[in-house]
C-alpha cells in the first residue's frame, strides 16, 4: 500500500495531505498523479458456528461478505480459517480512502436443501431469490483506512426469542426476587464465543408489575426492531418481588441508599425547589409500609451476583473478563432506583434508563452522589433521562438539573447522557410504554447506514423549551461542522510530498501482493466444500 510522505509536525498536517492527494488523484486521472491511488482491503472475520441447526437442515452453506459503498457492492466469498470462523477479504475501489462504509454477510444455503421443508421450519423466510442477507445490524467502518479488519457474528434463520428466569432470597430486602429474561434471537443461533464488547447488553427492568402487564408482548415489538436492524439485540430482564402487585404500594421496595427524612435543614440554592416541595408533601408520599429504604447497594449487588450466572450461561461464552454492558431501568421510584444502582455499583452497572426518575427524594439527596461518581471501577456510563412536558414543574426542573450536573461532571450530552421532554408525556404506563422505543433506539440503535436510528441524540426534543429559565449547558443536537480552510503554506506541502508517494506506491503495491500470498489468513475450504 502507498506509504504517503509526510511529517508529523502538526495535527492537522497529515490532513491537509490527505485532502491535497485526493483531490490530485481527482483531477489527475490516468496522468501521473494517478499514482496516488492506494490499494483498499477489509478483512472480513466471519465467526459462524460450523455445526448450526441451519447448516444441518438446509444443506451445505456458502457465506459472503459485501460492502455498501455506493453503486455496487464490493463481494467476495469467505473461506475458513479456523473453526468457527471464516475470512472474507474485500477489495475496495481506491478512491474510497477514509470514506464510510456498512458490511454485511450473506448466506448462501444449497439450492436443493433449502426447498425442503425442514429447512423452511428452521428458516421460515428462506427462498430461491438469491442469497439470505444477514439479521440484525450492520457492521459499519466509520473511516476507511488501507487495511481494515472486522469481526462479525452473523445471523440468518433464528428470529423467535426465548427467556430464562431465575430466582433469589435477597436478604437486602428480606423478600423472593423472580427474575424474567427474555433473550433475543441472535445468541440463540450464533453462539460462537466473543468479546464482552460483542454481547448482548442486560437491562434489569424494575416494578414490572407496574410498567406493563404482559411483558412479553412489549418485548416481542423491541424484538422486531432488532431482528430488522434498527436496535441491537439486549436482554430484558423484568424482576418481580414475590407478592408485590400494581396495587401493592405498602409493601413496594424502594431502592435508596438512605432511610427516609422527614425534614431537610439547609439546601443549596440548587436544590431549594426540590426541598420546598418535598417538606410541603413529598415524605408524605412514602411514609409508612415496609419499604425496605437504604437497601439499595446490597440489593444490587445481590441481583447481579444472583441473576447474572443464569443469564450469562444463556448467551455466548466470552474471549475476554472485559466489563460486560449491564444496566437498570425503571420510572418514578424505579427511576430513582436506577441512578442508584449506578452510582452505588458502578463496577457491576454501566448503563441506566431513568423515566421519570424521582430524585427530589430526601430533600434531592440523590444528587449528591454525583459528586462521587467516577468510572475507574468499570465502564464509563451511559445515562438515558426522560420526563413528560404534562408531569409538573418539579418533574421538569430535577430532570434537567440532573442532566447539567452530570455534563459539569464530564458526561458528554448526545453521547454519554442524552435527556428527553417527551411531548404530552404524563406519569402513566401508557406515556412511558410511548417514550421508551425512542429510548431503547439512542441506547441501543444500530449504526447501520440508512437506518431510522437515533445516532448519540440526534433528533431528541431535547431543551425545546427549557423550564423556567434554566439554561442548558449542552444540547445534544448535532452541530454543523467547520470546513477546513486550506492555506497556501499548506498546499505546497502536501505537493511536495506527493512526489515520493508515487514511487512508494509501486513498491507498496507489489509488496502487499506478496504478503497476501503468505497471510496468516491462509483460507482452507468453506463449508460448502465440507462433509
Not at 430461491?128 to 462479525?152: A, K, P, S, T, Y
Not at 440463540?188 to 448482548?200: D, F, G, I, Q
Not at 424505579?334 to 457491576?348: I, Y
Not at 515520493?500 to 468453506?526: I, K, T
Request: aromatic residues 10%.
Amino acid at each position: 500500500f502507498v506509504v504517503v510522505c509526510a511529517s508529523p509536525q502538526a495535527g492537522a498536517t497529515v490532513q491537509w495531505a490527505e485532502l491535497v492527494m485526493r483531490l490530485l488523484g481527482i483531477l489527475g486521472g490516468g496522468s501521473c498523479f494517478g499514482v496516488l491511488a492506494v490499494a483498499l482491503h477489509v478483512d472480513v472475520i466471519v465467526h459462524y458456528p460450523e455445526k448450526s441447526p441451519l447448516l444441518e437442515t438446509c444443506g451445505r452453506l456458502r457465506l459472503f461478505a459485501s460492502t455498501g459503498l455506493s453503486g455496487p457492492g464490493v463481494a467476495a466469498e469467505a473461506n475458513k480459517t479456523d473453526d468457527d470462523t471464516f475470512l472474507a477479504r474485500l477489495e475496495l475501489p481506491d478512491q474510497h480512502l477514509y470514506e464510510s462504509t456498512t458490511v454485511v454477510v450473506f448466506a448462501d444455503p444449497d439450492n436443493v436443501a433449502r426447498n425442503s421443508k425442514a429447512c423452511h421450519q428452521m428458516c421460515i423466510d428462506v427462498g430461491n431469490e438469491g442469497r439470505e442477507v444477514q439479521l440484525g445490524d450492520f457492521e459499519v467502518i466509520q473511516r476507511l483506512d488501507n487495511m481494515n479488519v472486522i469481526h462479525v457474528w452473523p445471523t440468518f434463520c433464528q428470529q423467535d426469542w426465548s427467556e430464562v428466569k431465575t430466582s433469589f432470597h435477597s436478604s437486602a430486602i428480606n423478600q423472593t426476587v423472580h427474575v424474567v429474561a427474555r433473550l433475543p434471537a441472535a445468541i440463540l443461533e450464533n453462539r460462537v464465543r466473543r468479546p464482552s464488547a460483542k454481547m448482548p447488553p442486560v437491562m434489569f427492568r424494575l416494578n414490572p408489575e407496574w410498567y406493563w402487564a404482559r411483558g412479553g408482548d412489549k418485548y416481542n415489538t423491541w424484538h422486531q426492531l432488532m431482528v430488522t436492524g434498527y436496535m441491537k439485540s439486549m436482554v430484558s430482564a423484568e424482576v418481580f418481588i414475590e407478592n408485590v402487585t400494581w396495587d401493592s404500594w405498602l409493601t413496594q421496595p424502594i431502592y435508596t441508599l438512605e432511610g427516609l427524612q422527614a425534614k431537610c435543614g439547609s439546601c443549596t440554592p440548587e436544590l431549594d425547589f426540590v426541598c420546598k416541595s418535598w417538606e410541603s408533601n413529598g415524605e408524605e408520599l412514602y411514609a409508612g409500609g415496609n419499604h425496605s429504604f437504604g437497601s439499595a447497594k446490597a440489593f444490587f449487588g445481590e441481583l447481579y451476583d444472583k441473576a447474572m450466572p443464569a443469564i450469562l450461561a444463556q448467551l455466548p461464552a466470552r474471549s475476554d473478563d472485559a466489563t460486560l454492558p449491564v444496566g437498570v431501568w425503571g420510572y418514578c421510584v424505579g427511576g430513582l432506583a436506577a441512578w442508584n444502582a449506578l452510582v452505588s455499583r458502578p463496577d457491576l452497572f454501566n448503563i441506566a434508563y431513568l423515566g421519570s426518575p424521582a430524585m427530589d427524594y430526601n430533600c434531592g439527596h440523590p444528587f449528591d452522589a454525583i459528586r462521587g461518581m467516577n468510572w475507574t471501577a468499570g465502564a464509563r456510563p451511559r445515562i438515558y433521562i426522560d420526563a413528560g412536558t404534562e408531569e409538573g414543574e418539579l418533574m421538569d426542573k430535577q430532570t434537567l438539573l440532573l442532566f447539567q450536573k452530570l455534563q459539569d461532571k464530564g458526561l458528554v450530552a448526545g453521547q454519554d447522557v442524552f435527556y428527553e421532554r417527551a411531548e404530552f408525556g404524563t406519569h402513566q404506563a401508557s406515556s412511558f410504554l410511548r417514550r421508551t422505543v425512542k429510548a431503547l433506539l439512542v441506547l441501543f440503535g444500530a449504526n447501520s447506514a440508512g437506518h431510522a436510528k437515533l445516532p448519540d441524540g440526534q433528533g431528541l426534543t431535547v431543551l425545546d423549551s427549557v423550564p423556567l429559565g434554566m439554561a442548558a449547558k449542552g444540547d445534544t443536537q448535532l452541530s454543523g461542522v467547520s470546513q477546513p480552510v486550506i492555506s497556501v503554506p499548506a498546499l505546497g506541502h502536501a505537493l511536495a510530498w506527493s512526489c515520493c508517494a508515487g514511487a512508494m506506491f509501486f513498491l507498496g503495491r507489489l509488496s502487499m501482493s506478496r504478503s497476501m500470498h503468505g497471510s496468516v489468513f491462509a483460507s482452507a475450504p468453506l463449508l460448502s466444500d465440507m462433509t
